[in-house]
């Protein structure tokens, strides 16, 4: 990995398509420097229903990007997203000759990736839960480990076949190779949660403008993944049809005045909005668009309430909720889910770290995803490193064991068949 390499990540959403693009350090950090977007055209709750349509707006922010920086971008990290993505746990096992190494792991995760699915269904990620050896012992990293035979428990991301192979269509004829396929929760995790929540239990709301998706990790293992048709849109739909408003107004009108509990509204805060509608002027009061925008909002809560109970995980997020993408701006959405999950909550925001140095401009919720496909990328550069060292250590240990072998042919005159 050259310290020039350059990163790409593409976010194909609802309402937007984002590309961005960052550069390998030196210390093998990616430091961002451009971002594209572009309003988004033939997506439907996260799943890609006209390829031609994305291909070009896909195309549209890659010339963005290349006015911008110079720079072609080639290969992406990618995310799919969209109804019909679920976890399914799989329990591989293999022989082991008494000390478990990385083949090992690495011929289980082989024997995972390669199991069938449905027909109409694809793996698109999967994570160990725990491994277990001839003991009983579940441990996290096997690798060291004594044992005859080794379980893999592994939590399997399944997602539909035609969205997937859909993406990659569009991405094709935008002439990219797809490093990697996310899911975009997932994504969007890696962005903002800290490890210690996602060790204490933690569940991730990641509020598109089709979709809300939820991620619950808990013991630093990702247990549940579920996809809620509805998001920003759907709260831009109820105001247009409640106040007979074209869709650009009932969307400014909830980016804008959008607030999540209107009982924090105080009679003197109250004030009416002005819209232009046929040439006149409707006046719509503050509290009654806060009703609209909180009673959707309150009908996702009680999906994800739902799930968590029927999964049993709700009194597993000892560390919360976190909310996150575009959605998570709502005024007070923090206060009105905390009051109807009864869980701390924060809003989870991309920031600098040690792998990744942001501009402003993506430290806001809506670019989690875009910031965790890079974040990939970060992990992708030090693996290849890693396996880099591996084989030059490989290689040079091959060299002095050759070098030991002439000089004893040379001086000791012994043959090859007696070394």
Not at 11 to 16: E, L, V, Y
Not at 199 to 202: A, D, I, L, S
Not at 404 to 411: A, G, H
């Given at each position: 990995m050259g310290k020039n390499e350059m990163i790409a990540a593409i976010?194909?959403?609802?309402?937007?398509?984002?590309?961005?693009?960052?550069?390998v350090t030196a210390?093998?950090?990616?430091?961002?420097?451009?971002?594209?977007?572009?309003?988004?055209?033939?997506?439907?709750?996260?799943?890609i229903y006209d390829i031609d349509e994305v291909v070009e707006i896909v195309e549209e922010v890659l010339d963005d990007l290349k006015q911008k920086t110079e720079e072609e971008v080639t290969s992406v990290f990618t995310n799919v997203t969209g109804d019909g993505l679920r976890v399914l746990e799989k329990h591989f096992s293999i022989s082991v000759k008494n000390i478990v190494t990385s083949a090992d792991i690495e011929e289980l995760d082989n024997k995972n990736y390669h199991h069938a699915v449905g027909d109409d269904e694809k793996m698109v990620q999967f994570f160990p839960i725990y491994y277990r050896t001839d003991d009983k012992e579940e441990v996290q990293d096997p690798t060291g480990k004594s044992t005859r035979r080794l379980d893999a428990y592994y939590n399997v991301l399944i997602g539909r076949k035609q969205s997937i192979e859909n993406l990659k269509t569009c991405l094709g004829h935008a002439k990219l190779n797809i490093k990697e396929t996310m899911v975009g929760v997932i994504a969007s995790a890696d962005a903002v949660l800290t490890d210690e929540e996602k060790?204490?239990?933690?569940l991730l709301l990641d509020i598109g403008a089709g979709?809300?998706?939820?991620a619950i990790y808990v013991n630093g293992v990702l247990q549940h993944v579920k996809v809620i048709p509805f998001g920003g849109n759907s709260i831009t739909n109820d105001i247009k049809i409640c106040y007979d408003i074209l869709q650009k107004q009932a969307?400014?009108?909830?980016?804008?005045?959008?607030?999540?509990?209107a009982e924090s509204i105080s009679q003197e805060d109250n004030k009416d909005i002005a819209v232009q509608v046929n040439k006149k002027e409707k006046l719509i009061p503050l509290k009654d668009l806060s009703k609209i925008v909180g009673a959707r909002m309150e009908e996702i809560l009680d999906e994800v309430l739902t799930d968590l109970k029927e999964k049993r995980l709700h009194s597993k997020l000892k560390a919360g909720i976190v909310l996150t993408g575009g959605g998570a701006t709502l005024k007070n959405l923090d206060a009105l889910t905390h009051q109807k999950m009864g869980l701390?909550?924060?809003v989870g925001i991309p920031n600098s770290s040690a792998d990744i140095a942001l501009f402003s401009d993506l430290n806001t919720p809506r670019f989690s995803t875009c910031v965790g496909l890079l974040l990939r990328g970060v992990y992708h550069t030090k693996k290849a490193e890693k396996l880099q060292l591996k084989k030059e250590a490989k290689n040079e240990s091959k060299g002095l064991f050759s070098a030991?072998?002439?000089?004893?042919?040379?001086?000791l005159n012994v043959g090859n068949d007696e070394f």
């Open positions: 976010d194909i959403g609802t309402s937007k398509v984002v590309a961005v693009l960052g550069r210390n093998k950090k990616i430091e961002v420097i451009e971002v594209a977007t572009a309003k988004s055209r033939g997506v439907k709750r996260g799943v060790k204490e239990g933690v979709t809300t998706e939820m969307e400014q009108l909830k980016v804008e005045f959008g607030e999540s509990v701390k909550v924060r030991f072998k002439s000089f004893v042919n040379k001086n």
